[in-house]
């Protein structure tokens, strides 16, 4: 018996005004397999969907096509319909004859809208059921790192419930807490001791991720404490492992010394009660090597401004650009320079020499446009950000991207910084970017709810076997694991011998690159598969 | 179909692209028919031949821009896979007909539509030249 295919054509409120309906509607019904065409306006609306959800019930339809806007506007809404009369979600096709149809052209378009609706329904022809099913997922989370974001996301995950183990490559917690905790007024010892008492964190300490298996909802992790590699489950894995800072001096041609020094050794003279001999005059350089100078500057500016109320000394800040934008930072500038700190804007690089054991620094002023020669008794060298050792292993044994930099890769900038291109892995803080402190904090709560939203239900919906891999055809070439973005694709062994490649149903998203890579054409993806594309294309211009 | 351009679209850039030049109600030839497709990466030599078969004057596959592929690799591997299309087209002597891949973000109309009256320049340059 053919199938019973339902036309509902729209014409969205009458925005659908070069399109003549009842022409159209002669026409689809002459479809083979079309049982039914149906017009209205609102479809997507109350009454438009009970009306439709009637209907199918009415004419026993088993599979529906729309032609109204955009499927990227209301798909899921009319899938729920489907389901709600009983039909499987999937069984549905829309022909986009507003968007892409009406509004994109002049004149009568009549016959391109029907023959849109003739490719929506030869692919809705072909289509096979795909069931929905309940995945259960483990509801411990992994964090790795031991800084402010690792320590600050493990509170709050065990806060809303979720059992945390906390690993930290170094003996003890705390990552660079300590180093800014006088400019945020933090206490490192209070949030250490929280969680070293709660009872859901586990405290891993000189411990490392050396190897990850798995995918979202069930990882394996390979840990190894010493000599000693234990293995774990988790649910989700979430990366806090951080930068490190580097003193690139080479680019002036400078050799850190007495005079010349880093930041990190700065903070530690201004830190120590008393100090041999104040410096009276103090230049800082930044902002040579590296566009992203957001942490750099924070440093400077906090420095110069410890320098002045301190030691009272005189101070130059030589750089290509302040940038202020993080949050406070504009004030922090204006209020170092109503201390009379001076900023010196370069285009060129100064240059740096020694005059009688003091440091000579010849630098072009832009805004003032002549050249300055200035001595100090003191030069502060710029710090760079550099990625921690760990993330090219780390990334390579994750399969996930890093940046031109070597920072790990957001999934998108814009919509979900701190996920990556694999379900359940997350990158928080200063391992992906140079995050001040309060983006830090928004990362930390961006990945509190993600983790949330992914792992507290327990279990997670998704659609069985939508790609699917016929063992039948494959010849295990590994093509398919080899190309996956998702790192979604596995071997099993079947009936103890042939080894062939599954497809997880949890991971996988659905791009098609392994369909349409497999030299067996041994995977099918349904909705996509080669027929239907196909019949797609047939439909064009066979009126 | 003798005049149509068949333009395989990805849903996470060039179709949205595509329905923004709708609202925008920026006006382009007929003839352009949109396959849906979740990624370009989706899209095999096999679809590009087929729909040349089937008659199509031109076959577009669009993808996301360099580096902000939706699927990693997808809009790579799309353009590989053109390559090699174009390739075998020649190979049975079709080489008037325009095949071509393009990478554009969701939010560029005007670059779709740029590319689409590209397309259409470059079949009839190709009539006039048989």
Not at chain 1, 82 to 90: F, I, K, R
Not at chain 1, 213 to 233: C, H, Q, S, Y
Not at chain 1, 352 to 367: F, M, N, Q, W
């Amino acid at each position: 018996m053919e199938t019973k295919i339902g036309v509902f054509i729209c014409n969205c409120g009458g925005s659908i005004k070069n399109i003549n309906f009842d022409a159209a509607r002669e026409k689809v019904a002459k479809i083979p397999s079309v049982t039914c065409v149906n017009l209205s306006s609102n479809l997507c609306l109350g009454e438009g969907k009970e009306k439709m959800l009637s209907y199918i019930k009415e004419e026993n339809i088993e599979r529906v096509v729309v032609a109204a806007c955009s499927p990227e506007l209301k798909e899921h809404i009319f899938r729920q319909v489907l389901e709600g009369a009983g039909l499987n979600g999937h069984f549905f096709s829309m022909a986009n004859i507003r968007e892409q149809c009406s509004w994109a052209h002049e004149g009568d378009v009549t016959v391109k809208a029907v023959e849109l609706i003739k490719m929506a329904v030869n692919r809705i022809r072909l289509l096979q059921p795909v069931e929905k099913k309940e995945l259960s997922v483990n509801k411990e989370v992994l964090v790795v790192g031991g800084g402010f974001p690792a320590i600050s996301s493990a509170l709050q995950f065990s806060r809303i419930g979720l059992r945390t183990t906390l690993l930290e490559k170094k003996p003890n917690l705390g990552g660079k807490l300590r180093e800014i905790e006088g400019f945020y007024s933090l206490e490192t010892s209070s949030m250490i001791g929280a969680v070293e008492e709660d009872e859901n964190i586990e405290i891993l300490t000189s411990t490392e991720v050396v190897g990850v298996e798995g995918k979202i909802g069930d990882f394996t992790v390979r840990i190894r404490k010493g000599a000693e590699e234990i293995l774990r489950n988790f649910g989700a894995i979430v990366f806090a492992t951080g930068y490190e800072t580097e003193v690139s001096p080479q680019d002036f041609q400078l050799k850190l010394g007495i005079n010349i020094i880093s930041q990190e050794r700065l903070a530690q003279m201004l830190q120590a009660s008393s100090v041999e001999r104040k410096p009276e005059s103090v230049g800082f350089i930044y902002d040579v090597s590296d566009e992203n100078s957001r942490l750099p500057t924070l440093a400077t500016l906090n420095n110069a401004l410890t320098l002045k109320e301190r030691w009272g000394s005189e101070v130059y800040v030589f750089c290509k650009n302040v940038k202020v934008d993080s949050e406070g930072v504009e004030k922090l500038y204006r209020e170092v320079r109503e201390h009379g700190v001076m900023f010196l804007k370069f285009d060129e690089k100064p240059r740096i020499s020694a005059e009688d054991g003091r440091v000579k620094i010849e630098a072009k002023d832009i805004l003032l446009g002549e050249d300055v020669t200035l001595t100090c008794d003191l030069l502060v060298a710029e710090e760079k950000l550099v990625p921690a050792e760990e993330t090219e292993a780390l990334s390579t044994l994750l399969n996930i991207r890093t940046d031109s930099r070597g920072f790990y890769q957001d999934e998108n900038v814009h919509l979900y910084p701190v996920s990556s291109e694999r379900g359940g892995i997350f990158f928080i803080g200063g391992c992906r970017s140079d995050l001040d402190f309060q983006r830090a904090l928004v990362d930390v709560s961006s990945v509190v709810m993600g983790v949330y939203k992914l792992l507290s239900p327990g279990k997670i919906l998704v659609e069985a076997e939508r790609v699917k891999v016929d063992r039948q055809k494959c010849r295990t070439c590994l093509t398919c694991i080899r190309v996956c973005p998702h790192s979604a694709i596995q071997l099993v062994r079947v009936d103890n011998e042939k080894e062939v490649a599954e497809i997880s149903d949890l991971a996988c998203d659905g791009c098609g690159i392994c369909a349409a890579i497999c030299p067996a054409k041994a995977i099918n993806f349904e909705g996509y598969s080669d027929e239907q594309i196909v019949a797609q294309i047939e439909a064009i211009g066979a009126s | 179909m003798n005049k149509e351009i068949v333009a395989f679209c990805c849903e996470h850039s060039a179709y949205p692209a595509a329905d923004l030049a709708g609202k925008q109600r920026l006006c382009y030839p007929q003839n352009l028919r949109i396959i849906r497709v979740p990624c370009a990466g989706r899209i095999d030599a096999i679809h590009i031949l087929k729909a040349f078969e089937k008659g199509a004057a031109a076959v577009l596959v669009l993808g996301c821009e360099d580096g902000a592929c939706h699927h990693i690799t997808g809009n790579t591997r799309a353009k590989e896979r053109v390559k090699y299309s174009e390739m075998l087209l020649k190979e049975v002597g079709i080489d008037n007909r325009p095949v071509g891949m393009f990478n554009l973000a969701p939010n560029e109309p005007h670059k779709f539509i740029r590319v689409l009256n590209e397309m259409n320049k470059r079949i009839k340059e190709s009539r006039e030249a048989k």
